[in-house]
Nanobody
Framework: QVQLVESGGGLVQPGGSLRLSCVAS????????MGWHRQNPGNQRELVAQ???????NYSDAVKGRFTISRDNAKNTMYLQMNSLEPEDTAVYYC??????????WGKGTLVTVST
């Protein structure tokens, strides 16, 4: 069992920045995939960014060039630096840990609201 705790969400104006953190109870260097996803009410959860084993990074087209995913293996923590935020980025952001066996663990999410 892997527990994930997200933090760093909040209210920010358009054009602003936030940094999300995800602390894992297990070694994130042992994960097959570490990722950030987001979801709005009525919509499906969507991929924002992920780091695959070996270091390959993927971003959704919606955030490419504005968001940066990173991790600190020593702290078992993953980050999402979000710049140039837009109202469309408003969502609950979830941390995901996928094992090599294909098991997914999710955090409870942190709310990001981009509004004036």
């Amino acid at each position: 069992q892997v527990q994930l705790v997200e933090s760093g969400g909040g209210l920010v104006q358009p054009g602003g920045s936030l940094r999300l953190s995800c602390v894992a109870s297990a070694s994130i260097s042992s994960a097959y995939i570490m990722g950030w996803h987001r979801q709005n009410p009525g919509n499906q959860r969507e991929l924002v960014a992920q780091i695959l084993a070996g270091g390959r990074i993927n971003y959704s087209d919606a955030v490419k060039g504005r968001f940066t995913i990173s991790r600190d293996n020593a702290k078992n923590t993953m980050y999402l630096q979000m710049n140039s935020l837009e109202p469309e980025d408003t969502a609950v952001y979830y941390c995901r840990y996928r094992t090599y066996a294909g098991i997914d663990y999710w955090g409870k999410g942190t709310l990001v609201t981009v509004s004036t």
